[in-house]
Structures are given as C-alpha cells and as structure tokens.
T-cell receptor, first 110, second 110 residues
Framework: KAGVTQTPRYLIKTRGQQVTLSCSPI?????VSWYQQTPGQGLQFLFE???????NKGNFPGRFSGRQFSNSRSEMNVSTLELGDSALYLC?????????FGPGTRLTVL | EDQVTQSPEALRLQEGESSSLNCSYTVSGLRGLFWYRQDPGKGPEFLFT???AGEEKEKERLKATLTKKESFLHITAPKPEDSATYLC???????????FGGGTRLMVKP
C-alpha cells in the first residue's frame, strides 16, 4: 500500500498570510490526525478527523482549523500566520489503534 | 502536567554497546503505547504498539517492554544506522490522539 502523502513538502509564507496543507491517508484508513513539531515544544496534537467529523481537538487557537473529505483526504488551514507557526506539520493516518505518519510539510513564516 | 516523559534526552553509544531508553507515563486508562523512530527532517516511522503490562515486542535489534508506569526500548548491539530520535507516545482516550514524550536522541559511534 502507498504510504501517507502530504503536500506541499515545503512552504514559505509571510506573517498575516494564510496557508492550507493537504494529507492523503493510507487507503482504507478513515482517521487522519494532524500534529505540529517544533524544536521547543516537540510533537503536539492539533486535531483528529474520522469519517469527516472532528473527533479530538488539541489546545491550539482557532486560527488552526481542519476538515476531512468523503475520500478521507484531509486539509488543515492556518490563518493569520505568526512567526511562531514555523514548524514541521505532520499528518498521521490510522485505523483502530494505529498511527502512521507522512513525511510532513515544513512551513517557514517570515 | 507532563503525561509522558522520556529519558535520557540524549544518549551516545559505541557500536555494539547495548542500552535502554525509558518512557514513563502518568495517564490513566492507557489504550496503547507507541514507539517511533524519527530521522532528521522526516516523519516518525512506526516501530511498535504495546497494549498491556507485561507485553513485549521485538524488531531486529530493538525490543520494547511495557509496565503499568513505563516502557523501555532496549537496543542490543546497536549500529551507526540506529542513530535517530526515538519517540514514545500514549493513546488514552477514544480515537487516535497521541500524546508524545520529548524523545531520546540516540547517537551510535562506529
């Protein structure tokens, strides 16, 4: 099976802009989770979607949002970007009690 | 409060020098404990999931064990290619939300 794919792999944005990241899960997986990874805070959970519904939400401001489509593909959006949003954004695809990560999108905010 | 703590933060080993990494957790109602390997700039690579105290799993030079309060990742006769950051994470509520520890950066010198 193909693994989790994330696009784009790299992004450079400026403060105040918004960004949309995309994740395609492993075929057959209905759960998609998003994480933010920074050197200072490590890996932190953003939110999880299952069958197009948000099932869990982490402790991030409302500028961070997501959605899932009927084919299980997911997008996350960050509005009004701040310098501190620079990070590796990881998507995880899962079923039952499993989570397989994609390669991530490296977002740099200038 | 910290729910998942990994130690040590960094570990230097000579090739062939066996050692163990620790992951302690304080969540109640553990559903699963995950181990991942992460290379720089890449997404975490799934290694193991452990579900109940006393469970053990092995893969090549790695062996993971679980008690009611902690998990160990034992590395037997490591090679330089085992150098990476090893992450543990716990799953404690419904869904696929994972809470990660800070990771252990392992460096194996030839």
């Amino acid at each position: 099976k193909a693994g989790v794919t994330q696009t784009p792999r790299y992004l450079i944005k400026t403060r105040g802009q918004q960004v949309t990241l995309s994740c395609s899960p492993i075929s057959g997986h209905r759960s998609v989770s998003w994480y933010q990874q920074t050197p200072g805070q490590g890996l932190q959970f953003l939110f999880e979607y299952f069958s197009e519904t948000q099932r869990n939400k982490g402790n991030f401001p409302g500028r961070f949002s997501g959605r899932q489509f009927s084919n299980s593909r997911s997008e996350m959006n960050v509005s009004t970007l701040e310098l501190g949003d620079s990070a590796l954004y990881l998507c995880a695809s899962g079923w039952d009690s499993s989570a397989f990560f994609g390669p991530g999108t490296r977002l740099t905010v200038l | 409060e910290d729910q998942v703590t990994q130690s040590p933060e960094a570990l230097r080993l000579q090739e062939g020098e066996s050692s163990s990494l620790n992951c302690s957790y304080t969540v109640s109602g553990l559903r699963g404990l995950f181990w991942y390997r992460q290379d720089p700039g890449k997404g975490p690579e799934f290694l193991f999931t452990l579900y109940s105290a006393g469970e053990e799993k092995e893969k090549e030079r790695l062996k993971a064990t679980l008690t009611k309060k902690e998990s160990f990742l034992h590395i037997t006769a490591p090679k330089p290619e085992d150098s990476a950051t090893y992450l543990c994470a716990v799953q404690w509520n419904a869904g696929n939300m994972l809470t990660f520890g800070g990771g252990t950066r392992l460096m194996v010198k030839p």
